[in-house]
């Protein structure tokens, strides 16, 4: 028997509760792994709060990430006692996710946890830190540099945001911090973050051109705030959206884009390729500063992410949250 968390929905009813399985009750899928850590994304409390059709097929076991161990396999390329992670590929949403002490799933899934980062280390990192670190590639690949400007990184207190900054900090960028917690000042400049703003002068509609600012942005927030780093984005810059914090509307112009030459970019973190993954999780894995990964991290007991769920949604938590499935 082991724990794990299960949601379900019936005649509008949902319900979300530990409960103890066995492992005959797991889908049938060729790898069993001892899960040792997942973490709490947005993603996931979204789906423990039944908001938004984050869940699509019933009952569920959420966690969109998972580290652990290989316990079984039926696949000859993965072998028993194999250290790995997952991210994404609808862990949580279509797949019974990491929220569990044990978890059944697809050899495809998986990539070899780095050698430099513990089980732990990389749960803190987990999708929020893999997509901060896509987020970072993508600039690059679209010759960003650190001498064209400063990069605005927008939520900046949350786990997305938090790495963001770290990451751009530690390759050379100027980082603007926009947050809601202004008294949070000196957590985003230990991160490397060096100008801090207030998010309300982004979050309200505004004009679709606006003063050249930045050459890059990282938005996990969308809305309004998507649409106003684009006009303020300089020309020929690089907005790359990977969150929707704010919404999902984007009541913009093609101002940005046709006038000022802007890129925006969309990171589909669920399922970038293989060589994606490796190479964001190469430059976690090598550049992410670990010291301020520790100190941007809460561990919790599985038990805890009903109560921990409700303060990523109202966002009240900063950093990232590890969820401890070895007791």
């Known amino acids: 028997m082991f724990k794990a968390v299960l949601l379900d929905k019936s005649d509008k009813q949902f319900t979300a509760n530990l409960v103890e399985m066995d492992e005959s009750q797991l889908p049938e899928l060729p790898v069993t792994l001892d899960v040792h850590y997942s973490s709490l994304n947005y993603k996931d409390a979204l789906a423990l709060a039944d908001r938004?059709?984050?869940?699509?097929?019933?009952p569920m076991v959420p966690g969109i990430d998972l580290v652990g161990t290989v316990k079984n396999s039926e696949y000859p390329g993965i072998t028993v006692g194999e250290k790995v992670l997952i991210n994404g590929f609808g862990l949580g949403e279509t797949h019974w996710g990491g929220l569990a002490q044990v978890a059944r799933v697809q050899p495809e899934w998986l990539i070899p946890l780095p050698v430099n980062l513990s089980s732990r280390q990389a749960m803190a990192i987990g999708t929020a830190g893999y997509t901060a670190a896509l987020a970072v590639l993508a600039l690059e690949r679209q010759e960003i540099e650190p001498d064209d400007g400063p990069i605005l990184v927008t939520g900046a207190t949350g786990g997305l945001g938090s790495i963001a900054i770290a990451l751009l900090a530690k390759r050379g960028y100027e980082v603007v911090a926009a947050t809601g917690k202004t008294y949070e000042t000196d957590y985003l400049k230990m991160l490397g973050a060096q100008q801090i703003i207030?998010?309300?002068?982004?979050?309200?509609?505004?004009k679709p051109l606006q003063a050249e600012t930045y050459a890059g942005v990282i938005d996990s927030v969308g809305s309004h705030t998507l649409v106003n780093a684009c006009a303020q984005t300089q020309q020929f810059g690089v907005v790359v959206a990977c969150g929707l914090a704010q919404g999902m509307d984007f009541h913009s112009t093609v101002a940005p884009f046709i006038l000022r030459g802007i890129s925006l970019i969309g990171i589909n973190s669920v399922y970038a390729s293989r060589r994606q993954r490796i190479d964001a999780w190469a430059l976690l894995a090598h550049e992410l500063d670990l010291s301020k990964l520790d100190r941007m991290t809460q561990e919790i007991r599985l038990s805890q992410v009903f109560d921990i769920a409700p303060q990523i949604l109202d966002g009240t938590h900063k950093g990232r949250i590890v969820v401890n499935l070895n007791y």
């Not at 938004?52 to 019933?58: E, L, M, N």
């Not at 207030?198 to 505004?206: C, F, W, Y």
């Open 198 to 206: 207030d998010r309300r002068s982004l979050n309200q509609a505004g």
């Open 52 to 58: 938004s059709p984050v869940v699509r097929a019933w």
